[in-house]
């Protein structure tokens, strides 16, 4: 009896069994088939990063090649030192302001016209400054301008184009990438500005400058495609022909444009509005602070060294730039990799959670990953009270082997520490707010960059008047302190980083059903 009633089960079931089963494969292979952020394969992506990695050098390149001819620059214009360190600080005045304007527009008209602008400038600049007469001081520090203007935003669009092409798992290790090419610039620029000036004068500096940007220029010319999501969406759209590259073997596979709606053309938004955001303001602070403490390490090596080791010579003290710039190098890929990890980590952890039954509010696998239920702040921030720790041990140990004019090499290996957590702070904060504004990429990194260079800018103007009352090992012990003030601000990020966003979703919500 029992035998029967299962086996009229079995065919009650039967047709209810062949309605179900294709609606969920179905939905399978929707979820399969789901359409990527970017049509660029994961090459193509390297490729577009490392393109703006190298066109990303001369943000730094520009400045640190320039200082070991200050000395052969002052004895030909006539002036003190003080005179054309002049022309440094202003460089950092306008390297911090000129992103606000290049960035937003990159965010508004494109980031290749913008990148080759931005290049244009900087080697005009450099041929006004290799001819520029040693009786016109005034045009030297006009010319420094300009190309701060030129270089110092290109910093910024790099992390536009990181934010068009790239989703939050992967966003890391295109950031570590992309940074290689601002790191190399402490490393090669005061080696490349000492071998110029010694053997072809400081002219030779703008020269080279001039060429070598023009040739990144014709890079970009030649390969990069534009990315603004505002223009080209995922890059399926193909946009007139100032947006397309003269030789275009990345994004070869895209469809026919004929096939493909055109973006919604994006309405201005002012960059300085970024500042009325509390978790973005949080994370300027906190970043500023690290890296104008950074800084001011950089802009003393040549006085302390030469103080401490007085049988270097310029060109040695050039040398000892090496050991800061190769941390910054190493830790590039490293700390890429690492944040791809953490977040991955971090994602399947909560995958599990929900699978055993612990999600929140009906959550299931697939929501993990939403704007609204994944803690960004968290995953990004959780590992940088540990690199905070070992900055300010570096930073403090640093400024007492100098004071006590120890072996050397300590104050190097202190050199490639600082270098390796700088650049592990810095690059963790540039992926979090690309994280937290995406479409907003370049505007953003420019905030980060008028933060950062303008708290540099302060502190640099009087690190060697602290130096000359405290002495080194006092100097740093202040400024590791002042770092380690900064701490707290990665919890008031973690704490209301979820609810800003949450408020920022809800206007979004409101001025969109108002249309």
């Known amino acids: 009896m029992s035998s029967k009633s299962d086996e009229t089960a079995t065919r009650s079931t039967t047709p209810t069994d062949t309605l179900v089963t294709p609606t969920i494969l179905s939905e399978e292979k929707a979820e399969e088939t789901k359409k990527p952020f970017s049509i660029y394969t994961n090459r193509e992506k390297w490729l577009i990063v490392l393109i703006a990695s190298f066109a990303g050098l001369f943000s730094t390149l520009t400045v640190n090649i320039y200082l070991p001819a200050i000395p052969a620059m002052a004895a030909a214009f006539h002036k003190s030192t003080e005179l054309i360190n002049i022309t440094v600080t202003v460089y950092m005045a306008f390297q911090g302001i000129s ?199 950089i802009a003393t090596i040549s006085v302390l060294f030469k103080q401490a080791y007085p049988y270097l010579n310029e060109f040695d003290i050039g040398l000892c730039f090496l050991a800061i710039g190769g941390g910054m190098i190493i830790a590039g890929p490293v700390i890429g990799k690492l944040l791809d990890r953490d977040y991955e980590s971090f994602k399947n952890k909560m995958i599990k959670k929900v699978n055993e039954g612990g999600g929140e509010n009906g959550m299931c696998a697939e929501d993990v990953t939403k704007e609204e239920n994944f803690p960004i702040e968290l995953v990004r921030l959780r590992t940088m009270p540990i690199f905070l720790g070992i900055f300010c041990m570096a930073t403090i140990g640093y400024g007492w082997c100098l004071q006590a004019k120890v072996s050397i090499a300590v ?105």
Not at 175 to 190: D, E, I, K, N, R
Not at 266 to 283: E, G
Request: net charge positive.
């Open 411 to 515: 104050p190097l290996i202190l050199h490639i520490c600082m270098g390796f957590v700088l650049t592990a702070v810095m690059n963790t904060s540039q992926t979090l707010i690309v994280d937290l504004m995406p479409a907003q990429g370049s505007s953003v990194a420019a905030c980060n960059n008028f933060v950062r260079c303008s708290l540099g800018a302060a502190l640099v103007a009087v690190i060697n008047i602290i130096d000359d009352a405290l002495r080194p090992g006092w100097t740093y012990v202040l400024l590791g302190g002042v770092c380690v003030l900064s701490a707290p601000l990665l919890y008031v990020s973690m704490r209301i980083g979820p609810k800003c966003r949450a408020k920022r979703r809800n206007e979004k919500a409101l001025v969109a059903s108002q249309v």
């Open 99 to 297: 992103p606000m304007f290049w960035g937003t527009m990159a965010d508004r008209v494109g980031r290749r016209p913008v990148f080759i602008a931005c290049l244009l400038v900087l080697s005009l600049a450099c041929v006004g400054l290799a001819l520029v007469p040693t009786d016109a001081y005034w045009l030297l520090v006009l010319l420094r301008c300009l190309q701060a203007a030129g270089s110092a935003s290109i910093i910024a669009l790099g992390a536009g184009v990181i934010g068009d092409i790239s989703e939050s798992f992967e966003r890391g290790g295109f950031v570590g990438l992309y940074s290689l090419g601002p790191m190399v610039g402490p490393v090669l620029g005061p080696v490349l500005g000492g071998l110029l000036a010694d053997n072809l004068g400081w002219r030779a500096i703008f020269w080279f400058l001039c060429i070598a940007s023009a040739v990144c220029a014709l890079t970009l010319v030649l390969f990069l495609p534009e990315t603004l999501r505002a223009l080209v969406g995922d890059g399926s759209y193909t946009p007139s022909a100032i947006y397309r590259p003269l030789l275009p073997i990345i994004g070869r596979h895209r469809p026919v444009a004929g096939d493909v709606e055109k973006p919604p053309k994006k309405p201005f938004i002012n960059p300085f509005m970024l500042f009325t955001y509390p978790d973005i303001v949080v994370i300027l602070i906190f970043n500023g602070i690290v890296y104008s403490v950074f800084y001011s390490v």
